[in-house]
């Protein structure tokens, strides 16, 4: 007599199989568990949670700090002698590190939202912990190198805080279907209490970010001011070879009211423009004077320095991926540049009647003008014929002497010091780095007629930001980027903003409830049942769905007959 054993049925769960697969290796039916996560599996958990949200920092940072890459490849040309493209291999492993966590995470929230065990498989460990630490390393060196560009995540969040709290609270609001899911199917009251007090925490801190997120750009537009200025850092940097005359002519093109200049003198008394130490990054000294390349640059004759090329190291080491956008006869106007002096600067902004700010470097104490370079400066000034009322004198030293000689000069400091001060030296200008005035400061040096040329802005955020915060001209490296914001990216009356914060708010708290609700509903409507355990029932055996997996009938000879 033959017996049939019922058959069995397995549902085909393809997605649930790649999501435990993927993050723990556990592709087979019978590796997967409903039990609760081990305290070891929750503390990786956590530690997954830690890198991702570290690397949302890190990576937020790199993002905004777009403004300042060139600053920020100076510093290592600083510290290695050769120029590269330093933030290239930092963004592709900072994007490559990011999304991997993230992917993780997504498959971590999927492994609870199905009420699966989490176990992350040992390579991934290796992976989140080479995660953490290479950002751990990352933000330590920032910290020691570059410290002050942190100031970079407050600035942005007066542009980015109210559409991140706007993404974050959908992010939260999402997450609640997880929440509500957990609490639902959970037999433990205490786990639920907990579970329940947390998430609305978070989502009521969410509620009230607002009250502390302050930005310029919220505002009444009859009270905005006028456009800033935009004064040509060396130029157009990014157009041309840094602090040459093509670089200056291009800036003027771009309707630019101001040039700046980084300014040494050299050994027979000739001001000129340079903004290194010495000439190896922006010339050709090597190959004219191989025996001279790490000689300071005011060790040169102006005779030496004017046999040297200024433009063919922007064509080779191309330093802001631009080259490629130049026509033919630009790129020959480049080849061909050579060292500019103060003078010929000044004789171009005099014909444009355009303003120069320029920063003016000692020479070392053994070099002939170490206590003459104000004086040699100040008389290339005069020279030059360019009006006094064009030139920002930013030395300090001697200014009362200057003050004497050439009343007509804008006195400027690039030090931030107290009102009281300013007017006793008769300053009526400020140069000073964009993260070194509040929104607050700027507008009490407004009111002390005192205005602030903030550097270096190439970013339109940045722009807006300090448009918005009432800054009369700011310095860059990009004005032809700048050219094309004829009006701050975004700005919305407190009104209106308050309007849309409450809003948000209220269909967030709607759309939560409802999940709940409906998460109840659904679960107290089901029959409780593991959806991977085998299947008995005669009558599924007859479904006849493609999406069941039907095991092999198994014969039981219980007997021979006789």
């Not at 490559?96 to 993230?102: D, E, H, L, N, S």
């Amino acid at each position: 007599m033959v017996k049939h054993q019922p058959l069995q049925v397995y549902e085909r769960q393809l997605c649930l199989s790649c999501i435990t697969g993927i993050y723990g290796c556990r592709w087979k039916r019978y590796q997967r568990s409903h039990d609760d996560t081990t305290k070891w599996e929750l503390l990786w958990s956590i530690i997954l949670l830690f890198t991702f949200c570290l690397l949302l920092v890190w990576f937020y940072f790199w993002w905004e700090a777009h403004n300042d890459y060139n600053e920020f490849n100076w510093f290592l040309y600083n510290r290695s002698g050769e120029w590269s493209d330093g933030t290239v291999p930092i963004l592709a492993t900072t994007a490559a590190g990011f999304t991997y966590i993230a992917f993780l995470m997504v498959l971590a929230l999927c492994h609870v939202a199905l009420g699966q065990q989490l176990n992350l498989h040992w390579l991934h460990k290796i992976g989140v912990t080479a995660a953490l630490l290479t950002t751990v390393i990352g933000v330590i060196s920032v910290n020691q190198t570059w410290g002050q560009e942190w100031d970079v995540i407050p600035i942005s969040l007066q542009a980015t805080g109210p559409f991140l709290h706007i993404g974050a609270l959908a992010a939260v609001t999402a997450l609640s279907w997880i929440v509500a899911g957990q609490v639902a199917r959970s037999e433990k009251t205490m786990f639920q209490v907990v579970v329940v007090l947390l998430y609305l925490s978070v989502l009521l801190g969410l509620y009230v970010v607002p009250l502390y997120i302050s930005s310029p750009c919220i505002m009444d537009p009859s009270t905005l001011k006028q456009r800033p200025d935009v004064i040509g850092h060396q130029g157009a940097p990014m157009l041309a070879p840094e602090n040459t005359l093509w670089s200056f002519q291009r800036a003027l093109q771009m309707n630019v009211t101001g040039l700046e200049a980084d300014v040494a003198i050299s050994v027979d008394g000739v001001p000129f423009l340079m903004h290194d130490r010495t000439l190896r990054r922006t010339t050709d000294v090597g190959k004219v004077f191989p025996d001279r390349h790490m000689e300071d640059a005011s060790s040169f004759n102006w005779t030496d320095l004017r046999q040297l090329n200024a433009g063919q190291w922007f064509l080779k080491d191309d330093p802001f991926w631009t080259v490629h956008t130049l026509s033919s006869r630009e790129k020959r106007l480049i080849a061909n540049q050579s060292v500019c002096s103060l003078e010929q600067l000044l004789r171009l902004a005099s014909y444009h009647n355009s303003t120069v700010v320029f920063r003016l470097r000692r020479p070392p104490p053994e070099h002939p003008c170490y206590d003459s370079w104000i004086n040699d400066t100040l008389q290339a000034v005069q020279e030059s014929g360019v009006p006094q009322s064009l030139v920002m004198w930013t030395p300090d030293e001697h200014r009362a002497q200057v003050r004497q000689l050439a009343p007509g000069l804008i006195q400027t400091s690039v030090e931030k010091r107290r009102l009281q001060r300013l007017h006793l030296d008769g300053i009526s200008r400020l140069l000073l780095r964009y993260n070194q005035a509040s929104t607050q400061e700027i507008g009490n040096f407004s009111q002390s007629n005192i205005s602030i040329t903030l550097y270096t802005i190439n970013e339109p955020w940045l722009y807006s930001v300090l448009w918005c915060s009432g800054v009369s001209s700011v310095s860059s490296e990009a004005s032809h980027i700048l050219k094309k914001v004829p009006y701050p990216i975004w700005l919305m009356r407190p009104d209106e903003y308050c309007l849309m914060w409450v809003s948000v708010d209220l269909i967030s708290f709607a759309v939560v409830i409802g999940i709940f609700i409906f998460q109840k509903y659904r679960t107290s409507g089901m029959r409780s049942y593991n959806p991977e355990q085998i299947m008995l029932s005669a009558a599924a055996v007859r479904r006849s769905s493609r999406d069941l997996n039907v095991m092999k009938e198994k014969l039981i000879f219980s007997g021979h007959p006789q």
